[in-house]
Protein backbone atom coordinates (compact mmCIF):
# COMPACT_ATOMS: atom_id res chain seq x y z
CA UNK A 1 0.00 0.00 0.00
CA UNK A 2 1.14 3.71 -1.05
CA UNK A 3 2.08 5.33 2.15
CA UNK A 4 -0.29 8.41 2.62
CA UNK A 5 1.86 12.06 3.06
CA UNK A 6 1.21 13.39 5.71
CA UNK A 7 1.91 16.87 7.26
CA UNK A 8 1.05 18.33 10.81
CA UNK A 9 0.35 22.61 11.83
CA UNK A 10 0.71 23.76 14.87
CA UNK A 11 3.38 22.05 17.52
CA UNK A 12 2.29 22.48 20.75
CA UNK A 13 -0.29 19.69 20.62
CA UNK A 14 0.98 19.04 17.32
CA UNK A 15 3.75 17.36 18.44
CA UNK A 16 1.84 13.88 19.33
CA UNK A 17 0.26 13.81 15.74
CA UNK A 18 3.47 14.25 14.47
CA UNK A 19 5.26 11.37 16.17
CA UNK A 20 2.58 9.19 15.80
CA UNK A 21 2.86 9.84 11.98
CA UNK A 22 6.35 9.25 12.32
CA UNK A 23 5.81 5.95 13.95
CA UNK A 24 3.17 4.92 11.38
CA UNK A 25 4.14 2.76 8.92
CA UNK A 26 1.38 3.97 7.09
CA UNK A 27 2.57 7.71 7.20
CA UNK A 28 5.15 9.25 5.04
CA UNK A 29 5.58 12.34 7.48
CA UNK A 30 6.37 15.15 5.02
CA UNK A 31 6.01 18.20 6.99
CA UNK A 32 6.09 19.46 10.31
CA UNK A 33 4.29 23.10 10.36
CA UNK A 34 4.75 25.81 12.74
CA UNK A 35 4.98 29.93 12.86
CA UNK A 36 7.22 29.77 15.29
CA UNK A 37 10.58 28.72 12.91
CA UNK A 38 12.70 27.05 15.61
CA UNK A 39 9.87 25.02 16.65
CA UNK A 40 9.60 23.79 13.16
CA UNK A 41 13.36 23.01 12.72
CA UNK A 42 14.38 21.25 15.54
CA UNK A 43 11.51 18.58 15.25
CA UNK A 44 11.90 18.09 11.45
CA UNK A 45 15.53 17.38 12.63
CA UNK A 46 14.61 15.13 15.38
CA UNK A 47 11.47 13.48 13.15
CA UNK A 48 13.44 13.12 9.71
CA UNK A 49 11.20 15.47 7.77
CA UNK A 50 10.73 18.66 6.56
CA UNK A 51 10.58 22.83 8.36
CA UNK A 52 8.03 24.80 7.35
CA UNK A 53 6.33 28.27 8.44
CA UNK A 54 3.76 29.01 6.07
CA UNK A 55 0.99 26.12 6.26
CA UNK A 56 -0.29 26.31 2.55
CA UNK A 57 2.92 25.64 0.98
CA UNK A 58 2.80 22.14 2.08
CA UNK A 59 -0.73 21.79 0.78
CA UNK A 60 0.28 20.50 -2.72
CA UNK A 61 2.70 17.88 -1.70
CA UNK A 62 0.86 16.10 1.00
CA UNK A 63 -2.40 14.07 0.84
CA UNK A 64 -3.78 14.52 4.74
CA UNK A 65 -3.21 16.76 7.25
CA UNK A 66 -3.77 17.62 10.90
CA UNK A 67 -3.92 21.18 12.41
CA UNK A 68 -3.33 21.29 15.89
CA UNK A 69 -3.88 25.52 15.78
CA UNK A 70 -5.94 27.83 18.33
CA UNK A 71 -9.61 27.21 17.51
CA UNK A 72 -10.39 30.14 15.77
CA UNK A 73 -8.48 29.43 12.58
CA UNK A 74 -9.85 25.59 12.47
CA UNK A 75 -12.48 26.51 10.13
CA UNK A 76 -10.56 28.53 7.68
CA UNK A 77 -7.49 26.30 7.49
CA UNK A 78 -9.79 23.22 7.83
CA UNK A 79 -11.84 24.35 4.86
CA UNK A 80 -9.30 26.10 2.48
CA UNK A 81 -7.22 21.89 3.11
CA UNK A 82 -10.87 20.37 2.19
CA UNK A 83 -11.17 22.63 -1.10
CA UNK A 84 -7.77 21.17 -1.93
CA UNK A 85 -8.66 17.73 -2.01
CA UNK A 86 -6.85 17.55 1.51
CA UNK A 87 -8.13 14.77 4.35
CA UNK A 88 -8.12 16.89 7.58
CA UNK A 89 -7.72 15.71 10.90
CA UNK A 90 -8.74 18.32 12.82
CA UNK A 91 -7.98 18.98 17.03
CA UNK A 92 -11.02 19.24 18.64
CA UNK A 93 -13.37 21.26 18.94
CA UNK A 94 -14.14 21.30 15.21
CA UNK A 95 -14.83 24.88 14.74
CA UNK A 96 -16.20 27.72 16.90
CA UNK A 97 -19.87 27.94 15.13
CA UNK A 98 -22.84 25.80 13.60
CA UNK A 99 -22.73 27.47 10.58
CA UNK A 100 -18.84 26.62 10.53
CA UNK A 101 -19.36 22.85 11.69
CA UNK A 102 -21.80 22.32 8.65
CA UNK A 103 -20.08 23.84 6.20
CA UNK A 104 -16.79 21.67 6.68
CA UNK A 105 -18.83 18.55 6.86
CA UNK A 106 -20.56 19.33 3.83
CA UNK A 107 -17.25 20.21 1.63
CA UNK A 108 -15.89 17.26 2.99
CA UNK A 109 -18.58 15.45 1.45
CA UNK A 110 -18.46 17.32 -1.58
CA UNK A 111 -14.70 16.66 -2.00
CA UNK A 112 -14.58 13.29 -1.21
CA UNK A 113 -12.43 13.67 1.95
CA UNK A 114 -11.88 12.25 5.24
CA UNK A 115 -12.56 15.12 7.94
CA UNK A 116 -12.02 13.33 11.36
CA UNK A 117 -11.90 15.08 14.98
CA UNK A 118 -9.11 14.13 17.25
CA UNK A 119 -11.30 13.38 19.94
CA UNK A 120 -8.40 11.20 21.00
CA UNK A 121 -10.10 9.70 24.17
CA UNK A 122 -11.98 7.71 22.70
CA UNK A 123 -8.90 5.68 20.41
CA UNK A 124 -7.37 4.84 24.21
CA UNK A 125 -7.47 1.39 24.55
CA UNK A 126 -8.71 1.40 28.36
CA UNK A 127 -11.90 3.65 26.83
CA UNK A 128 -12.57 1.58 23.80
CA UNK A 129 -12.79 -1.66 26.51
CA UNK A 130 -14.98 0.42 28.70
CA UNK A 131 -16.90 1.15 25.45
CA UNK A 132 -17.48 -2.49 24.58
CA UNK A 133 -18.08 -3.66 28.87
CA UNK A 134 -20.46 -0.98 28.56
CA UNK A 135 -22.65 -1.85 25.05
CA UNK A 136 -22.23 -5.87 26.17
CA UNK A 137 -24.75 -5.19 29.06
CA UNK A 138 -22.81 -7.31 31.56
CA UNK A 139 -23.44 -5.40 33.82
CA UNK A 140 -26.63 -3.86 33.29
CA UNK A 141 -27.41 -0.64 31.82
CA UNK A 142 -25.24 2.81 33.26
CA UNK A 143 -28.17 4.78 35.11
CA UNK A 144 -25.58 7.03 36.44
CA UNK A 145 -21.56 8.33 35.19
CA UNK A 146 -20.10 10.84 37.04
CA UNK A 147 -16.53 12.25 35.78
CA UNK A 148 -13.90 14.92 37.02
CA UNK A 149 -11.79 16.31 34.36
CA UNK A 150 -9.25 18.16 37.12
CA UNK A 151 -6.26 20.25 35.53
CA UNK A 152 -4.42 23.48 35.61
CA UNK A 153 -3.65 25.68 33.04
CA UNK A 154 -0.88 28.23 34.23
CA UNK A 155 -2.73 32.27 33.63
CA UNK A 156 -2.08 33.45 30.17
CA UNK A 157 -3.96 36.84 29.92
CA UNK A 158 -2.87 37.64 26.37
CA UNK A 159 -3.09 34.42 25.05
CA UNK A 160 -6.67 32.87 22.59
CA UNK A 161 -7.43 30.64 25.17
CA UNK A 162 -8.02 33.59 27.51
CA UNK A 163 -10.68 35.28 24.58
CA UNK A 164 -14.39 34.04 23.66
CA UNK A 165 -13.62 34.87 20.74
CA UNK A 166 -10.74 32.92 19.60
CA UNK A 167 -11.13 29.67 22.53
CA UNK A 168 -15.56 29.88 21.21
CA UNK A 169 -16.43 29.67 24.93
CA UNK A 170 -14.99 28.63 28.32
CA UNK A 171 -13.08 25.46 29.69
CA UNK A 172 -16.66 23.32 29.11
CA UNK A 173 -16.20 24.41 25.73
CA UNK A 174 -12.67 23.22 24.81
CA UNK A 175 -11.41 20.73 27.38
CA UNK A 176 -14.68 19.43 28.74
CA UNK A 177 -15.76 18.45 24.77
CA UNK A 178 -14.04 15.72 25.17
CA UNK A 179 -16.03 14.36 27.84
CA UNK A 180 -19.43 15.55 26.30
CA UNK A 181 -18.21 13.17 23.34
CA UNK A 182 -17.23 10.30 26.09
CA UNK A 183 -20.79 10.35 27.91
CA UNK A 184 -22.58 10.73 25.33
CA UNK A 185 -20.67 7.50 23.04
CA UNK A 186 -21.38 5.74 26.48
CA UNK A 187 -24.95 6.80 27.40
CA UNK A 188 -26.33 7.84 23.85
CA UNK A 189 -28.51 11.18 23.11
CA UNK A 190 -29.17 13.61 25.88
CA UNK A 191 -32.27 15.04 26.23
CA UNK A 192 -31.98 17.38 28.84
CA UNK A 193 -29.03 19.28 29.94
CA UNK A 194 -28.47 22.09 32.30
CA UNK A 195 -24.87 23.60 33.93
CA UNK A 196 -23.34 26.25 35.41
CA UNK A 197 -20.18 27.88 35.38
CA UNK A 198 -17.63 30.59 37.22
CA UNK A 199 -14.79 32.63 36.29
CA UNK A 200 -13.57 32.51 39.95
CA UNK A 201 -10.46 31.31 40.76
CA UNK A 202 -9.26 32.07 36.45
CA UNK A 203 -10.38 35.52 36.33
CA UNK A 204 -7.06 35.73 33.73
CA UNK A 205 -10.25 34.02 31.24
CA UNK A 206 -13.13 35.82 29.55
CA UNK A 207 -15.38 32.26 29.49
CA UNK A 208 -15.56 30.10 32.73
CA UNK A 209 -12.17 28.14 33.78
CA UNK A 210 -14.57 25.92 36.09
CA UNK A 211 -18.14 24.25 35.06
CA UNK A 212 -19.99 21.72 36.30
CA UNK A 213 -22.73 20.06 33.74
CA UNK A 214 -25.44 17.44 34.07
CA UNK A 215 -27.21 15.93 31.38
CA UNK A 216 -30.56 13.10 31.24
CA UNK A 217 -30.05 10.75 28.66
CA UNK A 218 -33.31 8.63 26.08
CA UNK A 219 -32.18 5.88 27.92
CA UNK A 220 -33.48 7.76 31.52
CA UNK A 221 -29.22 7.82 32.78
CA UNK A 222 -27.97 10.95 34.42
CA UNK A 223 -24.27 12.17 34.14
CA UNK A 224 -22.65 14.69 36.17
CA UNK A 225 -19.18 16.41 35.17
CA UNK A 226 -16.98 18.47 36.24
CA UNK A 227 -14.46 20.64 34.13
CA UNK A 228 -11.48 23.08 35.53
CA UNK A 229 -8.44 24.82 34.45
CA UNK A 230 -8.21 26.46 37.67
CA UNK A 231 -7.45 23.29 40.01
CA UNK A 232 -3.71 23.32 41.50
CA UNK A 233 -3.91 19.80 41.21
CA UNK A 234 -3.48 18.34 37.47
CA UNK A 235 -5.46 15.03 37.42
CA UNK A 236 -5.17 14.79 33.79
CA UNK A 237 -6.31 12.35 32.11
CA UNK A 238 -10.43 12.35 33.75
CA UNK A 239 -11.35 10.51 36.42
CA UNK A 240 -14.81 8.89 35.34
CA UNK A 241 -17.52 6.33 37.20
CA UNK A 242 -19.72 4.58 34.98
CA UNK A 243 -22.65 3.11 37.62
CA UNK A 244 -24.80 0.41 36.67
CA UNK A 245 -26.81 -2.10 38.63
CA UNK A 246 -24.18 -4.89 39.09
CA UNK A 247 -20.61 -2.59 39.34
CA UNK A 248 -18.95 0.64 38.83
CA UNK A 249 -16.35 1.32 36.32
CA UNK A 250 -13.80 3.12 36.81
CA UNK A 251 -11.71 5.00 34.70
CA UNK A 252 -8.71 6.71 35.94
CA UNK A 253 -5.10 7.92 34.97
CA UNK A 254 -5.33 4.98 32.58
CA UNK A 255 -6.57 1.74 34.11
CA UNK A 256 -9.77 0.84 34.14
CA UNK A 257 -11.27 -1.15 36.79
CA UNK A 258 -14.68 -2.59 37.98
CA UNK A 259 -15.64 -2.74 41.44
CA UNK A 260 -18.61 -5.17 41.97
CA UNK A 261 -20.23 -7.21 45.21
CA UNK A 262 -17.45 -9.33 44.99
CA UNK A 263 -14.81 -6.11 45.23
CA UNK A 264 -12.15 -4.51 43.10
CA UNK A 265 -10.68 -5.77 39.51
CA UNK A 266 -8.07 -4.10 37.43
CA UNK A 267 -9.84 -4.95 33.71
CA UNK A 268 -6.59 -3.03 31.97
CA UNK A 269 -3.48 -1.03 33.03
CA UNK A 270 -1.28 0.65 30.63
CA UNK A 271 2.63 -1.70 29.98
CA UNK A 272 4.92 -0.28 31.42
CA UNK A 273 7.38 -0.40 28.24
CA UNK A 274 4.57 1.65 26.71
CA UNK A 275 6.52 4.25 24.12
CA UNK A 276 5.63 8.05 25.06
CA UNK A 277 5.96 9.13 21.43
CA UNK A 278 3.15 6.68 20.95
CA UNK A 279 -0.08 8.29 22.67
CA UNK A 280 -1.57 9.53 19.45
CA UNK A 281 -0.61 6.43 17.56
CA UNK A 282 -4.17 4.83 17.60
CA UNK A 283 -5.91 7.69 16.90
CA UNK A 284 -3.99 8.37 13.79
CA UNK A 285 -3.84 5.26 12.78
CA UNK A 286 -7.69 5.36 12.63
CA UNK A 287 -6.91 8.76 10.45
CA UNK A 288 -5.26 6.85 7.87
CA UNK A 289 -6.94 3.55 7.17
CA UNK A 290 -10.51 5.75 7.04
CA UNK A 291 -8.10 7.41 4.20
CA UNK A 292 -7.14 4.03 2.93
CA UNK A 293 -10.47 2.38 2.75
CA UNK A 294 -12.49 5.14 2.50
CA UNK A 295 -14.87 4.43 5.42
CA UNK A 296 -16.13 6.98 7.80
CA UNK A 297 -13.85 7.77 10.81
CA UNK A 298 -15.32 7.31 14.57
CA UNK A 299 -14.99 10.51 15.55
CA UNK A 300 -15.82 12.52 11.69
CA UNK A 301 -17.24 16.01 11.41
CA UNK A 302 -21.11 15.02 12.41
CA UNK A 303 -20.22 13.57 15.67
CA UNK A 304 -17.77 16.62 16.59
CA UNK A 305 -20.72 19.00 15.95
CA UNK A 306 -23.23 16.63 17.59
CA UNK A 307 -21.44 17.12 20.87
CA UNK A 308 -20.53 20.98 20.23
CA UNK A 309 -24.52 20.97 19.84
CA UNK A 310 -24.77 19.40 23.35
CA UNK A 311 -22.41 21.77 25.02
CA UNK A 312 -24.17 25.05 23.24
CA UNK A 313 -27.57 24.10 25.14
CA UNK A 314 -25.60 23.65 28.08
CA UNK A 315 -24.35 27.05 27.50
CA UNK A 316 -28.11 28.44 26.30
CA UNK A 317 -29.71 26.71 29.53
CA UNK A 318 -27.14 28.57 31.73
CA UNK A 319 -28.25 32.15 30.22
CA UNK A 320 -31.68 31.22 30.53
CA UNK A 321 -30.97 29.72 34.38
CA UNK A 322 -33.24 31.12 37.20
CA UNK A 323 -31.54 33.02 39.76
CA UNK A 324 -32.15 32.34 43.41
CA UNK A 325 -34.14 34.91 45.51
N1 LIG B 1 -6.41 16.53 22.85
C1 LIG B 1 -5.99 17.27 23.89
O1 LIG B 1 -5.98 16.80 25.01
C2 LIG B 1 -5.54 18.67 23.63
C3 LIG B 1 -4.70 19.30 24.54
C4 LIG B 1 -4.28 20.60 24.25
C5 LIG B 1 -4.74 21.22 23.11
N2 LIG B 1 -5.58 20.59 22.24
C6 LIG B 1 -6.10 21.25 21.02
O2 LIG B 1 -5.00 21.47 20.14
C7 LIG B 1 -5.20 22.71 19.44
C8 LIG B 1 -4.01 23.61 19.71
O3 LIG B 1 -3.90 23.84 21.10
P1 LIG B 1 -2.48 24.09 21.78
O4 LIG B 1 -2.71 23.99 23.25
O5 LIG B 1 -1.47 23.23 21.14
O6 LIG B 1 -2.27 25.62 21.36
P2 LIG B 1 -0.91 26.47 21.45
O7 LIG B 1 -1.31 27.89 21.29
O8 LIG B 1 -0.12 26.06 22.64
O9 LIG B 1 -0.11 25.97 20.16
C9 LIG B 1 -0.58 26.28 18.87
C10 LIG B 1 0.62 26.23 17.92
O10 LIG B 1 0.11 26.56 16.62
C11 LIG B 1 1.02 27.48 16.02
N3 LIG B 1 0.26 28.27 15.04
C12 LIG B 1 -0.67 29.20 15.28
N4 LIG B 1 -1.13 29.72 14.13
C13 LIG B 1 -0.45 29.09 13.14
C14 LIG B 1 -0.45 29.21 11.72
N5 LIG B 1 -1.24 30.06 11.08
N6 LIG B 1 0.37 28.41 11.01
C15 LIG B 1 1.21 27.54 11.65
N7 LIG B 1 1.26 27.39 12.99
C16 LIG B 1 0.45 28.17 13.72
C17 LIG B 1 1.56 28.32 17.16
O11 LIG B 1 2.79 28.93 16.83
C18 LIG B 1 1.70 27.28 18.26
O12 LIG B 1 2.97 26.65 18.25
C19 LIG B 1 -6.53 23.26 19.94
O13 LIG B 1 -7.55 22.81 19.09
C20 LIG B 1 -6.68 22.63 21.31
O14 LIG B 1 -8.01 22.55 21.75
C21 LIG B 1 -5.95 19.32 22.49
Known sequence: MRKIRTAVVGLNMGLAHANAYALSEKSDLRYVVDLDEHRARSLAAELVCEPETDWRRVLP????????????LHAPMALEAIRAGKHVLMEKPLALSEAECAE????????????MVAYIVRYRPEVQLLKQIVDSGQYGR????????????????????????????????????HYIDLLTWLL??????????????????EGEGTHHSILKFESGA????????????NCKPALLHVHTPDACLVLN?????VVTGEGRQLLYEPPGDR????????????????I??????????????????????IYDQERAAATVH
Not at 188 to 205: F, N, Y
Not at 275 to 290: R, S, T, V, W
Open 104 to 115: LIREAEAHGVVL
Open 142 to 177: PFNANCWVESYLRPAPESWFAKRATLGGGVLFSHGC
Open 188 to 205: GKPIQVAGLGTRLGTEWM
Open 292 to 313: ATGSKPLTDGMVGLESQRVIWS
Open 275 to 290: NPKAGALNQIEHFLDC
Open 253 to 257: GGKLE
Open 222 to 233: LAHQITSWGLKV
Open 61 to 72: EVDAISFATPHH
